[in-house]
């Protein structure tokens, strides 16, 4: 059983940097990979960026060069680093978390737990 906690988002000009945080809580060994996704109204839920069961940092091309996912050792904490960011990045974002063997978390499929979600508005 896990439980995931984010921080509050927040708003901010376009070229500008906001770093979002999710704790993680209960039995941290069963989060096999992490990642987060994004979704604006009338659109599907989108994965932004993921650490994957293998390890590995996956970015949609979106977010490439601009995004930066990471996370504490203990698995107690996940971040998303947000830089130069864009008006079309403007959306609520969700921290997640899979207990599933070699998920990529990457697809909202493979995902067992969810953040609450945190508003990230860019304006200009």
């Known amino acids: 059983w896990l439980q995931l906690e984010e921080s509050r988002g927040g708003s901010v000009q376009a070229g500008g940097t906001l770093r979002l945080s999710c704790t993680i809580s209960g039995n941290t060994d069963t989060a096999l990979c992490m990642g987060w996704f994004r979704q604006s109204p009338g659109w599907e839920r989108e994965s932004v960026a993921a650490i994957s069961y293998g390890g590995e940092s996956l970015y949609a091309d979106v977010v490439k060069g601009r995004f930066t996912i990471s996370q504490d050792k203990d698995k107690s904490m996940m971040y998303l680093q947000m830089d130069n960011l864009k008006l079309s990045d403007t959306a609520t974002y969700y921290c997640?978390?899979?207990?599933?063997?070699?998920?990529?978390?990457?697809?909202?499929?493979?995902?067992?737990?969810w953040g609450q979600g945190a508003q990230v508005t860019v304006s200009s």
């Open positions: 997640a978390v899979s207990s599933r063997y070699g998920a990529s978390c990457r697809h909202s499929w493979e995902i067992h737990y």
